[in-house]
């Protein structure tokens, strides 16, 4: 913080479990990736180098060089790991993270058709080396799966060895647990979270108004993914109650009711 201001809530810092913000990187260039650290290193926990975006990124291991650097974890996108699963090319995947030297992972299966104990069998294996983020729900739209499945499938993810799960959404915010239209699936959230700790669960919010709802329903230390490099900064003031729209969520009563009396 520049300066003090009161009534902030309290936010978690780094290395952190929870109050995580998950940052996905499309395409940037090296000199994008040193403004993004330089800007918000401090509060950006993981970079994803978004689907299969790293096999054309020009100086790859730079750009895993400046996250890692800043303390920031970088990791693979979900789809790259289900595009050699599908060619079955699991080793040859592992082996590729040790060149790249990454220690996180993604397993997901949005694209592809998994049985799920193999998925899990997968995040068991992975899990002995590094940290597994896995992810739940298809990428494609139309797919609905129950509230149950979703719990389960969390549920038994966690249990084979992921440290977080993700709640699918893609970078359009438009699938998973959203609607086409980008609001959220309010009973399908509130029922994984009434069986899944929020601390576990990484929901990802592409727009600004999908990372307002969470923060007002789970608060400012909710979980957040598939945020653009260019809103860590604009995500960080909706959490602290600094934008209009979470302007009042975390200021105490009494000023609120000074705030009454002066309105009157």
């Not at 693979?76 to 790249?100: K, Q, S």
């Not at 440290?163 to 994984?192: C, F, M, Q, T, W």
Request: net charge positive.
């Amino acid at each position: 913080m520049n300066f003090n201001l009161p009534y902030l809530p309290e936010r978690t810092i780094k290395p952190r479990a929870y109050g995580i913000n998950m940052v996905m990187d499309k395409g940037l260039s090296l000199k994008e990736a040193e403004n993004l650290v330089s800007v918000s290193s401090d509060i950006t926990d993981f970079i994803k180098l978004g689907f299969g975006t790293s096999i054309i990124t020009k100086d790859l291991e730079k750009k895993i060089e400046i996250y890692k650097s800043a303390n920031i974890n970088v990791y693979l996108g979900g789809t790259l790991f289900e595009a050699y699963i599908v060619r079955n090319m699991f080793e040859d995947y592992l082996r590729l993270l040790d060149r790249l030297k990454i220690e996180v992972a993604e397993v997901s299966d949005g694209s592809i058709i998994m049985d799920h104990d193999v998925k899990c069998e997968y995040i068991n294996k992975i899990s002995k080396n590094r940290l597994v983020l896995s992810e739940v729900g298809s990428k494609e739209a139309g797919i609905l799966i129950s509230s149950g499945k979703w719990i389960s499938m969390m549920q038994k993810e966690l249990q084979a060895g992921s440290y977080k799960v993700i709640a699918e959404a893609r970078e359009s915010g438009n699938v998973g647990i959203y609607r086409p239209s980008g609001k959220a699936h309010v009973s399908l959230v509130d029922k994984i979270r009434s069986k899944v700790d929020n601390e576990n669960i990484i929901w990802e919010a592409p727009l600004k108004s999908q990372q307002v709802w969470f923060i007002k329903l789970i608060g400012a230390n909710v979980n957040l993914g598939n945020i653009p490099p260019n809103e860590v900064i604009p995500l960080e003031t909706l959490r602290l109650g600094l934008r209009g729209d979470t302007f009042f969520n975390f200021v105490p009563s009494e000023l609120l009711i000074h705030k009454q009396k002066i309105n009157k």
